[in-house]
């Protein structure tokens, strides 16, 4: 498998092991968990489109009236089914919703930066296409893509470990315990800031060259998996697309949120648009 066509994507994401991985998450991100609660309101229809292993399916469903849930995957749709047996899951390709009436959900979901693997440009507009069709008036999509300039990675760690730690030796001394966090943290941090350091050179090395980066918009072939093909796209480049679909930005927030997006630091942006009212 090349891992550089949008057929070989498919034949990743449907190996069993993968499925697997996708099926063992089970968190949803401090953005994602914010824009749900304030766009999709209680009792919606929600589509669920690259569902995965279900990441985000116990969420949504409980906030739905209807819940689909949808992947080209075969197997990503077996593990869901598996795992929630009494909702609804489809082996669909979300460049082609046809199998969905006109204006039969009051959201669309796409996370996990699945849109950025409906390839080539064609097919992506196929399912933005779709997006606007099955969605209701006055409902809205809320999907993610990667951002093509993010080459700086910030140094992060597990600050509770960190804790457990210092608590655990301190032997309840509160004086002991300052002492043993300050030194542990200060090593974290020195090392995490070299790990940080290596993995942006890395990452400048492969996309600073790539025409995506200038232009803002482009494809590369992503490391996950062994290998996948994706597309990035600047906040600039992805509403301009979308507003060709009719549909309205309402919101842009980086994954990393509660901090503050950069555009040469945030991995990836959420994005809600709005179908305007009749």
Known sequence: MDGQSPVANLQTYGRRDVA???????????????????????????????????RTTPYLASRASRYVGVDYAVSMVEV????????????????????????????????????DYVLPDDRRRSCLRHIHRVLKPGGCAIF????????????????????????????????LYWLLHTAL?????????????????????????AQ???????????????GLLTHYSTPERVIAEVAGFHLHPAHVLGDDYPRSSHPYLTDWYYYVFTKPEK
């Not at 949803?28 to 569902?51: H, K, W």
């Not at 489809?90 to 082609?96: G, P, Q, R």
């Not at 910030?154 to 655990?168: D, G, H, K, V």
């Not at 995506?212 to 062994?226: C, I, K, P, Q, Y």
């Open 20 to 54: 697997a991985h996708y099926a063992a998450l089970d968190y949803l991100t401090p953005c994602e968990r914010l824009l749900f609660e304030t766009y999709i309101p209680q009792g919606s229809a929600i589509l669920d489109l690259g569902v995965g292993g279900g």
């Open 185 to 209: 943290t200060l090593a974290r941090f020195t090392v995490a800031c070299g790990q940080a350091s290596i993995a942006s050179l890395r990452r400048a090395v492969r996309r600073l060259p």
């Open 212 to 226: 995506m980066f200038w232009r803002g918009e482009g494809t590369l072939v992503d490391s996950a998996h062994g």
């Open 80 to 115: 869901c089914r598996t795992k929630f047996p009494d909702l609804e899951f489809v082996v669909a390709d979300a460049a082609d919703l046809s199998v969905f009436k006109d204006s039969s959900f009051d959201a669309v979901v796409f996370a996990f930066n699945g849109i």
């Open 144 to 175: 993610s893509s990667h951002n093509p300039r993010s080459v700086i990675i910030r140094p992060s760690w597990n600050r509770e470990r960190l804790q457990s730690m210092a608590e655990q030796y301190s032997a309840k001394s509160k004086v």
